[in-house]
């Protein structure tokens, strides 16, 4: 862990003053009164990042998150430092964020990717249209359920209001769109659309933290048709799955898993697929510094084990994705899959 010198007590946490509105108070009060398990996770997204800001900027993380994530992770985090342990608390998370940002930015300044729209599935509390600017020439839409999307604007209008966070509040993206939307549905295409969506239009989809909650069917059916994409235009998603293992770590919550999402995503029409799992050197960003951490130690053993031989713990795993395809990719895919039939 990028730790503290010996003699230094871990960092207090300090808390935005903007929490402590009433307004602000009063969200928060109603996600932990109303919100469920996927809802909440948003939540607890936005505390990994305000927690790890010396590798994140992301102002508005800690508002966001509210208090009760805050301390909670604040809490493990200090745990860990004090026991020495080889990975600390939230880091899957910092990479994971690291890992889409450095994707989307490399995604849009290829040519394909120049002024393409960026859709957020499940984008929860994600502020990346307030802090990247690689997205300065695209259409940003965050697709949501309507309470979470309403509560987000109202924490983000009470920045807006206090003088002191309104310089993060302004969208670094050429336009912002909330969508309110079930991903699980069948109509959420049809809103996107509504909402100004253009389906010809390149596009980069973002699916962070979302797959692995959802039903076997409904990830399936939401995977098919951003594949489907791939006929009209050059499609790109960022994703991360969980294996079979890692599902184990919450039986109730985390339903859909590919042991091999590099071969099901060309399976269903994407033709470029790359994987990465955390650790490896896209996927590291200097966080992972003990030999002995976890991650390195899956990474060194074949993927198809479901459990570490050496001590017999599951082999929880995520992976990393990014697949693209598109329709000069998708007709020569077609043609070769005729010709080998």
């Not at 969506?197 to 390149?202: A, D, H």
Request: net charge negative.
């Amino acid at each position: 862990m990028s730790g503290l010198p010996e003699n230094q007590a871990w960092p207090e946490l300090k808390l935005p003053d903007l929490l402590q509105s009433d307004t602000v108070r009063q969200v928060h009060a109603t996600i932990e009164k109303e919100w469920d398990f996927l809802q909440r996770s948003a939540c607890q997204t936005a505390a990994g990042r305000a927690m790890w800001k010396h590798v994140i900027h992301d102002p508005l993380a800690a508002l966001l998150a509210g208090e009760t994530y805050l301390r909670n992770l604040h809490e493990k985090m200090k745990k860990d430092y004090l026991n020495n342990a080889h990975e600390t608390s939230g880091v899957i998370l910092a990479v994971r964020t690291l890992w889409f940002d450095s994707r989307l930015e490399d995604v849009l300044s290829s040519p394909n990717g120049r002024e393409a729209q960026v859709v957020l599935l499940g984008a929860g509390m994600d502020t990346r249209a307030y802090r990247l600017s690689c997205l300065k020439d695209s259409d940003v839409f965050e697709v949501d359920f309507p309470e979470v999307l309403e509560l987000k604007t109202t924490i983000l209008q009470a920045a807006k209001e206090s003088t002191y966070e309104s310089q993060h509040i302004l969208s670094k993206a050429k336009s912002l769109t909330r969508v309110s939307a079930d991903i699980r549905e069948n109509d959420w295409m049809e809103k996107l659309q509504i909402a100004g969506f253009l389906p010809q239009k390149s596009t980069v989809w973002i699916l962070e933290g979302i797959l692995y909650y959802l039903a076997q069917s409904n990830a399936m059916q939401l995977l098919r048709i951003l594949a489907n994409s791939c006929h009209l235009t050059h499609t790109v998603i960022l994703a991360d799955f969980m294996n079979k293992s890692s599902t184990t770590l919450s039986n109730s919550v985390f339903q859909f898993y590919s042991d091999w999402p590099d071969h099901l995503l060309p399976s269903i029409g994407f033709t470029d697929v790359k994987l990465s799992q955390i650790g490896d050197p896209d996927a590291h960003f200097g966080l992972l510094n003990d030999p002995l951490n976890l991650f390195d130690k899956l990474r060194s053993l074949p993927r198809s084990l479901q459990t570490n031989p050496e001590d017999g713990t599951p082999c929880c795993r995520l992976y990393l994705v990014e697949a693209s395809g598109s329709p000069h990719q998708s007709a020569a895919h077609n043609k070769e899959s005729v010709i080998h039939s």
